[in-house]
């Protein structure tokens, strides 16, 4: 991505996928909603890695939640958005949306070549 | 229940590598991925993943102590230049006048002592450089110090071994010379990476006061200033004028605000 956007594509989606989550924002409900949002599956090792480095970023921050028997009695790492994190998220925003700028739609210019 | 060796394996792999909590959570979630229909392979190639990036992101972490411990170690040389006159000067001086084993303890002081000296200034100068708090963490500062400081006791003690412990053959050259001795000099390394491991990181990075408060403290500076050069006689209705007016001046700036 440019080096004007503040995020690359694994952290802005692993990001929306924590916004998306909410509260229940974890390893497993994050490879499974990276999964959903980018149609391709997610290891896990990777959503780690990229929670860490968000995490030393200051982006998200995490807190152990309650340990459960499915789980062989371990607690799960629930994740949260901060808030320099959602202010990197919109300025992502704002620099994608001013990079389509004066971009026209080149579907609907196609479809009216096609038609002639 | 019995558990499948397979992943087993990788449980096993995530204790070693990675710190507890983290450690906790992704087993739990590979256990929970495993239930819900994931193969054990897939599992433990996760695992395989995640203790590798642990290891990267530990090893990049100790990069920049570890080229810091080389390049200060490299100044030592500069160091002994420093305090060599005067550490020889002294050791002439009561050369004489000590019996062994006096002597010997001497020799030991005027070799380790600069060398400790150079160790904490080493790591003084590694928490300027890095921000590191020495103040905020005084236990684990202090632990840092005595590590370093225990490694380089223990270069002695390897020094005396070579020597077949015998102290009346240790010479202050034995520490004077790092760059010759390698071996002193892989101990002052070592020490130094040590202690700087050890020392603890700033959790809050040091916070500017807002420009508002900033002002407004000034302000009240500026009003207590002010008051405390009116005159003792002067009485308190006379003062008044002044404090209304730094009054109107703290709320001017509030308001501006």
Redesign the interface.
């Known amino acids: 991505m440019s080096e004007r956007l503040p995020l690359n594509d694994s952290d802005l989606v692993t990001l929306l996928a924590i916004l998306r989550l909410g509260d229940e924002a ?3 409900s994050l ?1 499974k909603e990276i999964g959903s949002i980018t149609g391709t599956g997610a ?4 959503v ?2 990229a929670l ?1 480095r968000l995490e030393q970023s200051g982006l998200v921050v995490s807190r ?1 939640g309650e ?2 028997p ?3 009695g ?4 629930l994740v949260r958005v901060t808030a320099k994190g959602l202010r990197a998220i919109d300025e992502t925003r704002a620099a994608l949306n001013d990079l389509w700028r004066d971009v026209p739609v080149y579907g609907s210019i196609a479809q009216k070549e096609k038609s002639r | 229940m019995r558990q499948d060796p397979v992943l087993g394996v990788a449980l096993w792999l995530l204790t070693v590598s990675s710190s507890g909590r983290d450690a906790e959570a992704f087993a739990g979630d590979l256990l929970e991925l495993f239930h819900a229909g994931c193969s054990r392979w897939w599992c433990l190639r996760q695992a395989l993943l995640r203790s590798g990036s642990v290891t990267e992101q530990r090893l990049r972490a100790s990069l920049v102590p570890l080229c810091y411990c080389a390049v200060f170690v490299l100044l030592h040389p500069l160091w002994q230049q420093l305090y060599t006159p005067s550490v020889a000067g002294l050791l002439t001086k009561y050369r004489g006048a000590i019996q062994w084993p006096g002597s010997a303890v001497l020799e030991m002081i005027a070799g380790l002592l600069p060398a400790f000296l150079f160790l904490y200034v080493g790591v003084f100068v590694y928490s300027l450089l890095r921000h590191r708090s020495l103040q905020s963490h005084p236990v684990a500062t202090l632990l840092s110090l005595n590590v370093g400081a225990c490694l380089l006791f223990v270069a002695m003690l390897v020094r005396l071994h070579v020597l077949h412990n015998d102290l009346r053959l240790l010479s202050r050259a034995d520490f004077y010379y790092p760059l010759v001795h390698g071996r002193f000099s892989v101990l002052l390394f070592l020490s130094l990476f040590g202690a700087v491991l050890i020392l603890p990181r700033t959790d809050q990075p040091r916070r500017r006061k807002p420009s508002h408060v900033a002002m407004r403290s000034m302000v009240q500076r500026i009003a207590r200033r002010f008051g405390s050069m009116a005159p003792p006689d002067v009485p308190r209705a006379i003062r008044r004028p002044h404090e209304t007016a730094t009054k109107s001046l703290l709320l001017f700036t509030m308001s501006e605000r």
């Open positions: 974890y390893g497993v490879c290891a896990l090792a990777s780690y890695k860490d152990m340990p459960s499915e789980r062989g371990r607690a799960k790492r």
